[in-house]
């Protein structure tokens, strides 16, 4: 008897009707065939299982489609919950930022940087018309481009009091006469959170609110001044004041667009920032620099002892009496590298009013307030 293999091996010549067909293959597979199959399946097991697939395919994988569900809650206005929010805090945008800050600091070649920052310009609508340099070949890395200096003249300096200390967007302004302070509107963060320990007023008031005050009859105003990417990423003193005391919170580095601001309470008491407090000609004045995710370092320029996004723990604090520095309106106070926020408060009269409201773009040297720009016709 012939084994049902060979007999359908001999099909095609025993029938004229299968002269096309091929001959019937044994539906056993050899040893070696198995054994290839089997090989594969398992390198494609470990090419999602392994520890470096966690960083190279699960991670951005899970980022992209988290940022995606961010956008849908923001446009339907739901509350994000707090599940959702350790989980986005659990991605390592620390190491994320850091490894940029060195990418964007690597000095590309001439021939390569007209097409990237070409790119990066048509992506970002950066206006170069107002930058020092138009070349685009003279700047040696992105971090350089990004920290681009303006051209005499680009910006007019207000001769009001305050105004405002870099380009972007108003996140939000206005009197804030409570311990808990709108980021965006209906979204709040706590006072005492956000500036820490009061160390440099001798006012011993209970109320934290009120140990900040130099005058019982003036409040509190904040503006919150967003950076995009496409913006001059250098900012300016905003008023002639004396700075005398620093804190540095070095927390997490999570995104500040102004639809995350939305959808996180408290996202800036979260983040690393820089805490400079001063007085000015109404009182109290303090000016902060907040991170963000990918902002590789934040450069104080009459500070250079600030070390910003370094390796350590989250939840250090490091303080630095400083010695009257003074600072006059207009003047180069620091930078980002990348996008971010600078956040004001400070002491000012009730009838103290902002001129621009929540989403208007302002830029360098415009004046805050509809009363100052009167002053400085």
């Known amino acids: 008897?012939?084994?049902?293999?060979?007999?359908?091996?001999?099909?095609?010549?025993?029938?004229?009707?299968?002269?096309?067909?091929?001959?019937?293959?044994?539906?056993?597979?050899?040893?070696?065939?198995?054994?290839?199959?089997?090989?594969?399946?398992?390198?494609?097991?470990?090419?999602?299982?392994?520890?470096?697939?966690?960083?190279?395919?699960?991670?951005?994988?899970?980022?992209?489609?988290?940022?995606?569900?961010?956008?849908?809650?923001?446009?339907?206005?739901?509350?994000?919950?707090?599940?959702?929010?350790?989980?986005?805090?659990?991605?390592?945008?620390?190491?994320?930022?850091?490894?940029?800050?060195?990418?964007?600091?690597?000095?590309?070649?001439?021939?390569?940087?007209s097409f990237v920052y070409g790119t990066y310009v048509r992506m970002f609508n950066v206006n170069l018309n107002d930058a020092a340099v138009t070349d685009l070949t003279s700047y040696r890395s992105l971090?350089?481009?990004?920290?681009?200096?303006?051209?005499?003249?680009?910006?007019?300096?207000?001769?009001?009091?305050?105004?405002?200390?870099?380009?972007?967007?108003?996140?939000?302004?206005?009197?804030?006469?409570?311990?808990?302070?709108?980021?965006?509107?209906?979204?709040?963060?706590?006072?005492?959170?956000?500036?820490?320990?009061?160390?440099?007023?001798?006012?011993?008031?209970?109320?934290?609110?009120?140990?900040?005050?130099?005058n019982k009859n003036n409040i509190l105003h904040q503006c919150i001044i967003y950076l995009a990417p496409g913006d001059y990423h250098r900012f300016h003193s905003p008023c002639d004041w004396t700075a005398n005391f620093r804190r540095h919170f070095s927390g997490k580095l999570l995104s500040v667009n102004p639809w995350m601001a939305r959808l996180i309470p408290g996202l800036f008491t979260m983040n690393e920032r820089a805490v400079y407090v001063g007085e000015w000609k109404h009182g109290f004045f303090s000016m902060t620099a907040v991170g963000a995710t990918n902002v590789g370092s934040i450069e104080i320029y009459s500070d250079p002892e600030l070390r910003t996004n370094t390796k350590g723990k989250r939840n250090r604090v490091e303080e630095l009496p400083m010695n009257n520095v003074k600072h006059c309106k207009g003047e180069l106070f620091g930078q980002f590298n990348m996008g971010s926020t600078i956040i004001l408060l400070f002491e000012a009269p009730p009838d103290f009013k902002f001129e621009m409201n929540a989403g208007e773009r302002v830029l360098v040297g415009q004046a805050l307030t509809s009363a100052s720009m009167q002053q400085s016709r």
């Open 1 to 113: 008897m012939f084994p049902p293999t060979r007999i359908r091996s001999c099909l095609p010549v025993m029938n004229p009707l299968f002269k096309r067909v091929r001959p019937h293959r044994p539906f056993r597979q050899t040893y070696h065939q198995t054994k290839t199959v089997s090989t594969q399946t398992q390198i494609q097991k470990t090419k999602w299982m392994n520890l470096r697939a966690i960083f190279t395919r699960w991670m951005p994988l899970g980022s992209v489609m988290y940022v995606g569900w961010c956008y849908i809650r923001a446009t339907v206005n739901y509350e994000v919950s707090k599940v959702e929010i350790k989980f986005y805090e659990m991605f390592p945008f620390r190491i994320t930022s850091r490894l940029w800050g060195k990418i964007a600091a690597c000095e590309l070649p001439t021939s390569l940087r």
């Open 143 to 214: 971090s350089a481009f990004f920290t681009r200096a303006l051209r005499d003249g680009a910006r007019f300096i207000s001769a009001a009091p305050c105004v405002s200390p870099c380009d972007g967007v108003v996140l939000n302004c206005g009197p804030a006469d409570t311990d808990k302070i709108e980021q965006v509107k209906g979204v709040t963060y706590s006072l005492e959170e956000f500036l820490g320990e009061n160390k440099w007023s001798k006012n011993t008031s209970k109320s934290y609110y009120k140990s900040l005050l130099q």
